[in-house]
């Protein structure tokens, strides 16, 4: 008989947007069409196993304030298997199709590296019976190359060869089990990629370290012949004090100089947007521009604190501007909408974990439904292709195609005294025209 | 007879350190040679003509506080004629060997652009014959693609065709000038080339504009035979909301995309530095550590605003590690430190423009000479050479040669069952010892 | 007959949520009752003089953009008669009940303070006829005392006695002129109260300056007579590096401090509000809770830009926080909701000035339309409530009433072996219930 | 036998400036005078147990990084009383008269309060007889009211008064405590005392819940006869989102508004400062001239990063001017200097606890030099004094003196024609005359 832990919630199910239920869908349908594709083909749902199901409420001056029926066993590996049954039954109450998840949150670290896989592979096992059973999709696989003392100055970075090759045997496992169960990604978050102080740092070598590193990575990824998409997730510092992913730029950079731009994708958060001092949607738009693209962590930070508080999204307005980029540049690929969110510390109890989801599901679905009606109405995006419309005339165009240099435009602007006119960038009429929308 | 404008303040000279008189350097002697070089070869100040001779102390609250002798003139080719001499005045009172302007700084804008073009050749011919007679050199010129209305929406990155056309007759003018006048340098700065609001904005077309652009200039240069180095000047914002020259990663991330990595360098400056969330010496460590490192504008920005202060800079400590960057990684080349500094709207006097020179040319000195000291002894370097020194064993060098697999390193890890320990990384021990310099 | 500098765009009307029209409100009708109150008179809108026809489009690094019709004319007097009939036929198109002004944004300085003065003054004259033809009101009146240089080392803090005296005689005239116009309210900016570096500056004694001149202002607007509320309004920094009158807590310190906490109330800026850190319902809730709440200058700040951008108000949710909590607190008493917020420098036509009131009454008006129903539905407040039931208990009602120490509760908790347990703050279910209402 | 902790190091001693022995002293000579006290008077340098004696080196994405052998111990008192041994051989080693402490550091929670109570006690006892065997003296104790789960909503402002009760229960404890120890203050943070979010928050009552607390424990000082000063301690944020300690000003405000002005002072860090966006020198300034500073928690914060990193302080010019504002003010009363830094999670080592004091230590110490001499020399004092002359007119006087009215001044401008014009001020002069300095 299989225990319960979310006090016998059943299934959350869509009740039209009069419902008051605080456990029911008032916008999420999964197969409702929009553009051509059901909500749940647009937004591909994760939820996250680090946040929801190993968090205890700890924060930098206090101590757990969670206290999980899944914790306890004095059998770590038989406490990791309630674990995947709470998560199991939370996927099932919401009716998500995809989980993500690090080796350390999924089971215990053994005594040593083997020991360590092999209490993975051994909850991977579960997790495909489970899969089968359910049909649940693995969105991504990850390694945690950043809890653990070993890594404390970097995992690829590390000034200890040893610690770069026990970073290897760890991600070689992940990445096999990713793809055994099918996965259709697998991220590297570099929480430890960066320094602490440049007195005892050698940026270059390091950044060298790194490229090596993520290059091994994609070299077994077609050794194996994992189709999924190698995602690297920016993040500006937190917990190390800078970190080489910084943000979008910086990671595209970095894959142009190791000739990786190709082969790896980005993965990109909210909160390590803003906390980059970038908003969510110039970080979705720059990767699009660049065609880098990957996949989504969904939360919010809070710009008037400057951590990484990963809260759940609640604001309407912005999860509808980061949707409607999103989907301007033709939505996820291998992608999907991770909620790498956490309930706040005082949310103690296992409900507040479906509040909190149910709460951010419907909260995309309606700003999808928005996004997607911005999409078709064309009124941005006419208006934006107005506004650049000078630049396909034929001798502009060119310009662009080489055809013209300095000395060129030069000579045209002074033979024809031309003195070209501002025009209005009606930012306050675009604002009001977003707003009509809610 | 030439009119004085700075109240008879005549040369500044070495006094030592024990002077007290304001305007004597105690640090500053432009011959004392350290590390083989003298201090003038080594830290090459140039001093800008906007900030020191345009700037009328306004901000966004208030109007003009500095009324300058030189500003008052019916006829504006007359007062940009007396601010020359204002500056060359300045510049003998200090024994700067460089200067540095924007083409608006130097001359009026007239009714067409052939008209602008001449008033700035005009002014540089001027120049011609001033650093002719005084030995002065120009670090860098550049154009002011930013202050006019027909910029508001980018130069580059405009909308309207025009305006780009627009641009281009400026910098090949300037260039051209800079050229003429045996620059070491031309500085593009593009405080228009980024966004107000996504709502309006098409950044992938606007990141195209901007390749084609630059890589129009390099073309130039080389077409007029300019041996000079073209530099963008990284700013994250303000004035623009978003501007794509964000971060030394950023500016390094588009000239890989547009193949200028190797004829384009990054003019790091501090404030702009900050405002990008990164200290001085790791953009400085940066860009050297990816081959683009070209120059410096040295100011300093108030980490407790959010905006460009561009003040003086007046910290020892950062000066020196910012310098102790620059010396390990070799110095400049064709770069320099320009003091992209004004002084506060409170500090209404032409001898407050002198103050602000003097101390900063001498807390400069001050920090070179015990950079070059920390330099010398090797404590620091031979520190961060110990601690990766693991990598020059031949099995881990061979790692960074691709000669292991993913599967390699597991199979090493596992079957040593290695267990790497952590080691301390000494930050306050190597803290103590740089503060041991002072 | 009169010209029109609004391109005949005649008054906006309420055309209900389904208009297109981007001249129409879709949920401001003036006389819709919500709450016992029409939304009139709960919003009480205002329109302020210096963003909306006086600024030029400047930033840092540009001139002025916007070229206004009403700015042309040799004569300053004339310009300002222009101005004042420009800003009338915008309130007019608006259908907003009141106006706001600066001392220098409606009359040129003259040579001498009693010429200004009564430069002022005769605009008065003008305003007064107006207000009597359109039923317009004056939500409050205020000298500048920060733009001139006259003013750049403090008005009441600065150093120099003769600046004191003089900005006393300006705020003289204005207090008197908004008395003679029936003004709600008279506010105090300190944009210049505060220091550049406390390398010059005694704060102690600037502080006591400050004290008296707050003083003098009460007790001159006691003796004529006046009736409406002296608000200031506080701000952390820009244009000064420290402004003492930093956020709500500071300014309510220095009342307390002078004995003005009776006499002076708080009118309260978003962008201000998150600039010091705080969110805007935060400052409006502490000002509410220390009973000093008076007024708000609606806008919205970028908080990834770290200086007043003062953009019309575009977020429905955030602006609904703010009025539940205004609406919570009781509202307005002679305050009111003053669109401190400038058009991008980009939208340069006078038609952008309407499409941006225009959006923000509506926005605030659909935001008032959602508070009401929270405050009717009662949901949020009954949460709160019953969270602090507990104090309600005798027993624990005569703690907060002193009859308890902390002996007693020493005691009680150490003989009754008390294990309080903590209750989930339930903030996600929270969040997802003010989401319903969207 | 005493086990030994720090691997040996004897006492660090002075051994001058050119001493190259990272264990020694280069200015810190306890006994040296200046300014007519020794520098072990002037400084009055305590250590923190709960830093350097309690942390584990966790990070929000990492688990504990140091080993120490105080720790191993399956009895928990056994372990306290090994960490008492470690903490007085480090204060041997150093050399420092002060220690500090909250309950929770010293001894381990029990079942209930009264045991909890009971331990630290007993902990306490073995402080007196240490203490009395070393004249080692306690600048403050304080109760840790943040890191248990029953505190995680507020400890006096918590919605469940027997929250407040037990809060008062271990105040009562470790006040008396403190007194016994004769303890010059006793501190309260109050980490938790703030909010999450307003949504489900009564701001109002908790401020009147914390004004009762406040004075329940000023009561209890002098009902017990403590004669040490109460101290608050501001922090805007982390852990709690907001805090009402938000920073000097808002603790004013709260203690005005309680009537508690005259019997609490302001425990100020520069890490809480920089975070509520003020220098340290201006929180200790506005302390002073507010009437309220108390002490000195020494560290520092990364400017960059938005949490409370809480490093070692490093910056000789940053110490110096805080150092220089604390001694214009007259220096310390009842407070002292407390180090409340932790070094970093990658300094594993005990000897890195000494690097990181000593080097403190020894910079504060340089910085007391250096500060001492700044008000010897009375050139920055002199230059503020003549600035503000101005007022020392008799005429000029009597406007703070009240004997003015607005009319008046207004009158005497208008008469005289007074046009005051703006004096530099001297920014980069003064800037310069600081850095003569170092």
């Given amino acids: 008989m299989t225990k319960h832990y979310f006090n016998g919630i059943s299934t959350v199910a869509y009740q039209g947007i009069d419902s008051t239920d605080p456990l029911s869908f008032r916008w999420y349908r999964h197969d409702k069409k929009l553009l051509g594709k059901t909500m749940a083909e647009h937004l591909k749902f994760a939820v996250c196993y680090w946040h929801t199901f190993c968090w205890t409420g700890t924060d930098p001056f206090g101590g757990d304030t969670f206290i999980r029926p899944w914790f306890n066993d004095t059998d770590p590996m038989r406490a990791a298997r309630n674990k995947a049954d709470a998560a199991f039954e939370l996927y099932r109450i919401l009716g998500v199709p995809y989980f ?6 999924i089971a215990p670290e053994g005594d040593t590296l083997a020991e360590s896989n092999a209490n993975v592979r051994q909850i991977g096992e579960l997790f495909a019976d489970k899969m089968q059973a ?71 070598r390091e950044l060298q370290q790194l490229g090596r590193f993520i290059n091994m990575v994609v070299e077994h990824k077609h050794k194996i012949g994992f189709k999924g998409t190698v995602l690297i997730e920016p993040k500006p510092c937190e917990p190390t004090r800078h970190q080489y992913d910084f943000d979008v730029a910086s990671v595209y950079a970095f894959l142009k100089s190791f000739g990786l731009e190709d082969e790896v994708k980005i993965n990109i958060e909210q909160n390590h947007a803003i906390l980059a001092g970038h908003s969510f949607e110039h970080e979705i738009a720059l990767a699009q521009a660049l065609g880098v693209f990957g996949s989504i962590d969904m939360n919010r930070g809070d710009y008037l604190c400057g951590w990484d508080t990963d809260q759940f999204p609640d604001s309407l307005g912005e999860v509808t501007m980061a949707l409607y980029t999103l989907l301007k540049g033709g939505g996820f690929d291998t992608g999907g909408l991770n909620f790498d969110a956490k309930i706040r510390r005082q949310s103690l109890d296992p409900e507040d974990l479906v509040y909190a989801h149910v709460g951010a599901i419907d909260l995309c679905a309606h700003a999808l439904i928005i996004a997607a009606r911005m999409i078709e109405d064309k009124l941005l995006s006419d208006f934006v292709a107005a506004r650049y419309s000078g630049w396909h005339q034929p001798e502009n165009a060119s310009i662009l195609e080489g055809k013209a240099t300095l000395a060129d435009l030069s000579d045209k602007v002074i033979n024809a005294k031309l003195d070209p006119q501002p025009v209005s960038g009606r930012q306050e009429f675009l604002e009001n025209l977003v707003n009509r929308y809610f």
């Fill in 100 to 105: 993500t998840f690090h080796d350390r949150d």
């Fill in 134 to 204: 359910t049909g649940m999709k693995l969105l991504w696989g990850t390694a945690n190359l950043f809890s653990h003392r070993r890594y404390m100055a970097g995992a690829a970075t590390n000034p200890d060869p040893q610690v770069f090759a026990y970073a290897a045997g760890q991600v070689k496992n992940v990445l096999e089990l990713t793809h055994e169960l099918k996965g259709s990604n697998y991220v590297l978050w570099g929480g430890r990629e960066g320094y602490e102080t440049l007195l005892n740092t050698d940026m270059k």
